[in-house]
């Protein structure tokens, strides 16, 4: 089962540049059954109720966002995790893309 996160009425903006998802080894990762390339954007989601600091895993081409740029996630899911006494949640998204400002009338 998948875990979506509905990001509507967020407001998610780049907190820290894109950078490679590398592995313990230092080499960057890449997804299973692709092969295609992943990456590491953090983000700050805003909302009525405050803000978090999130990092998105995506795979593919490197997205073209900047810091304190507000972006748009596609289909944004929370992973749960535990490992070793540990646990979180891993986010990954299909993509993450610049958000268009509305278009002066």
């Known amino acids: 089962m998948k875990l979506y996160v509905d990001t509507t009425g967020k407001q998610v903006t780049v907190s820290k540049q ?9 080499n960057q990762r890449s997804e299973k059954n692709t092969g295609r390339l992943m990456w ?5 989601v805003l909302d009525e109720t405050g803000g978090e600091v999130i990092t ?11 810091v304190g740029q507000l972006v748009a996630i596609e289909q944004l899911e929370a992973i749960p995790w535990a490992t070793n006494g540990r646990n979180g949640v891993a986010f ?10 509305p278009s002066a009338k």
Do not use: C, M, W
């Open 40 to 44: 590491s954007t953090q983000v700050i």
């Open 92 to 101: 990954r998204a299909v993509s993450l893309k610049p958000l268009q400002a």
């Open 18 to 26: 894109t950078e490679p998802k590398n592995d313990q080894n230092g």
């Open 56 to 66: 998105i895993t995506t795979a593919g081409e490197k997205p073209n966002v900047t």
